[in-house]
């Protein structure tokens, strides 16, 4: 194990004990919490993070378990005011509905998406779900866990042993569950958002950045196809009464221009676009409404980053909580071991620049989700290098301070 990766025992047991549980299932990289009996000590420690100075790795590329860790980084439930009200769950199998359910995480919500399976909750997520022992949402009659798609009997079953009052949105058609937790946002909201993201229910990696916007805000997702407008999405629509924001992410060769034209009959529609899956991520974390205040904007030093690989879909929505709480973080797509030339423009583009001194700030920060068979230690040791605050001058950054 080289430099990036070197940390100390004392380093991880902090980060443990804060967390406050051991993560699920562990390979290699991972080594297993080792106790030692006669006083009752951690004498070795696993490694769900690593962390250099700009960045913060969430070491697994099992989604189950990412969203595990995800959760133990933001809500360390030690007191009510870090416990979240509800806790989302939904089939790790489905990544339409996963997607879509990252609505749900916001407020009144304030709780992470884990993932159960067609056969049960996994253990690691289920003892996450004690450990965080969700407070129920006030606005939504005391509800502590919402489910989200088919969900086997016997885990509603499991759920209800623990005394948890549970909701359940319940259905396989991606673009109905979208429908409905639409509606379901603006009941327990007692609003209806005006502005809508409309996604592809095709092509993951183009939908994706909509993820973290609509955890860390109330617009939800909608689907649509490449050449057409699923009824439940239509219908989802015409409740704006023809005065929609519609903001529809991807290009034409992924959203059809015929598509974008008869969504015009619903409201105002903008596309936000990259001609790649890179390209895409960066415009939709560059985009800002100034008339609707929507999107992020970020586009000077100074903010935080989300960062996986294309083709993990399932540890982006695991990842999306990262845009709700803490340093509020963009998507940004890249590839496993290269960083692409657009991304890495980006990312350079927010590189903090001091006059003085280093402690001027302001700084940036990146987490990495996914173990080096997702993302190469190569990436993070670039990423770290670009957010790095460096002298308006252009000399060397660490000298002369």
Known sequence: ?????????????????????????????????????????????????????????ITTSDPADAAVLVSRTLWTAVTEQNRPASIILTDVENWQIAAASTDLIHHPSNGPLLYVTKDGIPNSTLDEIKRLK???????NGVQVVLVGSIAPSIVDQLKELNFKIDHIEGDVPAAIAQVIDDYYA???????????????????????????????SEPLLYVTKDGIPEPTAKALQKRGGKANIYLLGPDSVISSKVEEELKAYGTVTRIAGKDAFENAVAFAKFKD?????????????????????????????????????????????ERDRIPDSVMKYVMGLQPKFQQSPAEGPYNHAWLTGDLNTLSEKIQSQIDDMLEISPASGSNPHAGH
């Open 1 to 57: 194990m080289n430099n990036l990766f070197r940390v100390t025992a004392v380093s991880f047991l902090a980060i443990a004990v804060l967390a406050g549980c051991t993560t699920g299932k562990r390979d290699e990289q991972q080594p297993a919490v080792s106790n030692d009996e006669s006083n009752g000590s951690q004498t070795a420690v696993s490694m769900p993070w690593v962390a250099t100075k700009n960045t913060t790795r």
């Open 187 to 217: 009941k327990v909201a007692g609003k209806m958002p005006m502005s809508i993201v409309v996604g592809s229910m095709e092509q993951p990696e183009f939908t994706l950045p909509a993820v973290n916007w609509i955890a860390h805000m």
């Open 134 to 140: 969700p407070m129920g949402a006030k606005e939504n």
């Open 290 to 334: 100034a008339a609707t205040q929507f999107g992020w904007g970020i586009t000077t030093p100074g903010h935080n980053l989300s960062l996986v690989s294309k083709e993990s879909t399932m540890l982006a929505i695991a990842a999306a909580p990262f845009a709700h709480l803490g340093k509020h973080a963009p998507l940004i797509i890249t």
